[in-house]
């Protein structure tokens, strides 16, 4: 397996530069919603205590790892394995003036409100890394300074540490070292009452154009949970009840119970989706959804710096 895991401090832009590296790289992105996510289907709806996250994090991505190779972005994550060969662990920083003024631009802050906010989201990661991996010393093998760097640039640089590190010719982990990983992670649980129970498992999603795979992974990047195509709404029935046609949203965020809609397409196409969605709002007024034309895609796309 080939594992990188990317943290750093709070307002450094180090989500974005693990989202880059990530496509770069076409390894399988793991944000804090995704783990999430897996440990509800693993453990259960009840929230895994602090001092057991680390080995249940540990179970579900040892697992994965032997049919993927991960960009870890979790706050915290150098601190999940032991040295490893196939292991690459980063830490982006940056000074504080530079990160206050990313939470200038992100919150529209001015800088005495933006100062307040960083220093708190510092204070909360330092308790959330205390919690989960104790008073571990942060262990990175590279470090990267964001102060005049953006998260592509970054990205190229760990594109080229894996390189040299060659993580990707140690392969996948292998049945034998997941199982030996398993009984070790599996004792710690057991201390807590906990079980895995095998049932987490990547999403795999094959989607219909490029756009919904960007969109998907902003919204990874946003730890905002999504489904792709979940559910298609009647939309004209004939005289015995046999439905003629119907609209499948792109996404559902079930958070926001919201539905999206993506449209980067011509504008004779465009302007026949408007018909379906406009009859979708007059059949079913109490589902809520957004559209995205080509522009506000685009838009999207220049903000947060996503390519294909």
Request: glycine share 4%.
């Amino acid at each position: 397996m080939a594992l990188l895991t990317i943290s750093g401090d709070p307002a450094s832009r180090w989500e974005e530069v693990a989202h880059a590296t990530a496509q770069l790289l076409r390894f399988e992105l793991v944000t804090e919603a995704r783990l999430a996510q897996w440990m509800t289907e693993e453990f259960g709806d009840a929230p895994v205590p602090e001092k057991a996250w680390k080995p249940a994090a540990i179970s579900i991505l040892t697992r994965m790892a032997m049919e993927h190779h991960l960009v870890i972005a979790i706050a915290g994550a150098e601190s999940l394995f032991n040295a490893l060969p196939m292991l690459l662990r980063a830490g982006v920083i940056a000074p504080e003036a530079r990160r206050a003024g990313n939470v200038m631009l992100d919150q529209r802050l001015e800088r005495p409100a933006a100062l307040i906010m960083l220093a708190d989201l510092d204070k909360e990661a330092k308790l959330t890394r205390r919690s989960r991996f104790g008073r571990t010393p942060k262990a990175f093998d590279i470090i990267l300074n964001t102060e005049f760097m953006d998260a592509p640039q970054a990205a190229e640089i760990l594109r080229a540490a894996c390189c040299a590190r060659n993580l990707v010719e140690h392969g996948l982990l292998s049945g034998a070292a997941e199982a030996q990983m398993q009984f070790q992670t599996r004792l710690h649980l057991a201390q807590h009452g906990i079980a895995p129970a095998g049932h987490a498992n990547l999403k795999r999603v094959t989607f219909g154009h490029p756009s919904e795979q960007m969109f998907a992974n902003l919204l990874d990047f946003y730890r905002i949970d999504w489904d792709y195509e979940p559910r298609s709404f009647p939309l004209q029935w004939d005289k015995d009840g046999k439905v003629m046609e119907a609209f499948t949203p792109d996404f559902y965020l079930s958070e926001l119970d919201l539905y999206v809609e993506l449209t980067t397409m011509k504008q004779a196409l465009v302007t026949k989706k408007n018909r379906k969605i406009k009859l979708l709002r007059a059949i079913y007024p109490h589902i809520n959804i957004q559209v995205f034309y080509q522009k506000d895609f685009q838009d999207l796309v220049f903000k947060h710096g996503l390519r294909q």
